[in-house]
Each structure stands twice: as structure tokens, then as C-alpha cells.
């Protein structure tokens, strides 16, 4: 218990230490099967660093408001894999042996954000996980495209391809 105990609050701490000061590198978001979003990282960010192990992804709607979780997945210590450039996860997941969220549905228009968390880098200059944030553009019932917006945009309104 004390062990499980010791886990969780080092994990608590390193994830409140990430998001203080935590170098993001820029995820890489693309039009997956049947146009829905698949996610990794950039070919220079694997040429500069080598391909990081994965430890979870997450995907939010983001507003005004605040952040709303529509899917998340994590990757088993004992189950660990490396994200390369030619490996991107599909949003909703496939495996079904991973825990993972029920992934709610993305809408056209609506400003959402991955985030990819990986086991800490062995350069100190690498990023300590990855970032995006996309839309996707169309009609419901016609085809989607999947667009990345500027990172410094913090709702996506007024840009190309994500209306709203």
C-alpha cells in the first residue's frame, strides 16, 4: 500500500512539475481512417531525439470554459512502445487490451487538443511530451478534414477551416 501510495504521489508531482515548465514539442496531427485524426510526432523531432516512449495520449474539446476530456488512452508499464514518425494513433484507439476511455464524437468546427505523454527523454533538451491543437472542417454527412491550428491560438475562431 505505502509503495502504491509512494507511486501516486510521485507521479502527482512530476505531472504538476510537467505543467509548470515542461518543454512541449508539437504533435503532428493527421487525417486517419475515414478522415478521423491520428496523432504522432514530427520526422525532425524523431531525427533529433530518437522516438520517445509512449505513456498516454489525451484529446479534449477546448473552450472558453475550460477543457473537456472526449478521449483518453494509456499505455501499461509492462507494455511500453515507441512513437515514430510512421506510427500514428488513430483517435478512439484500436487495441482493445489498452485502457482507454469510450471516446465521445468529434464535431466539425469544435477546437480540440492532444497531448501526448511520454517517459521523460535522456536529453535534457528533449521535449517532456507533445502538444496540438486541431479542428475538423466539412459538413457531418460529407467528408472531414482535419486541420492543426496555430499553438498560440487558444479557442481556433477566425482560423481557415474552423469556422465558429
Known sequence: ????????????????????????????????????????????????????????????????????????????????????????IPYAGRLPVLPKTTALPLQPGKVYEALIDITPPMPSSAPRAYRARFCLSGKADGPLQVRTLNSGAPDGKGRGGCPG
Open 1 to 88: 500500500m505505502r509503495a502504491a501510495l509512494l507511486t501516486v504521489c510521485s507521479l502527482a508531482m512530476w505531472c504538476a512539475s510537467a505543467g509548470a515548465g515542461a518543454h512541449l514539442g508539437e504533435l503532428d496531427v493527421r487525417a486517419g481512417s475515414g478522415g478521423m485524426p491520428c496523432f504522432t510526432i514530427f520526422q525532425k523531432d524523431e531525427r533529433r531525439f530518437g522516438a520517445p516512449e509512449f505513456r498516454s495520449i489525451s484529446v479534449s474539446e477546448v473552450t472558453a470554459a475550460g477543457k473537456s476530456l472526449m478521449w483518453a488512452m494509456t499505455i501499461p508499464p509492462e507494455r511500453p512502445f515507441q512513437v515514430t514518425f510512421r506510427l500514428c
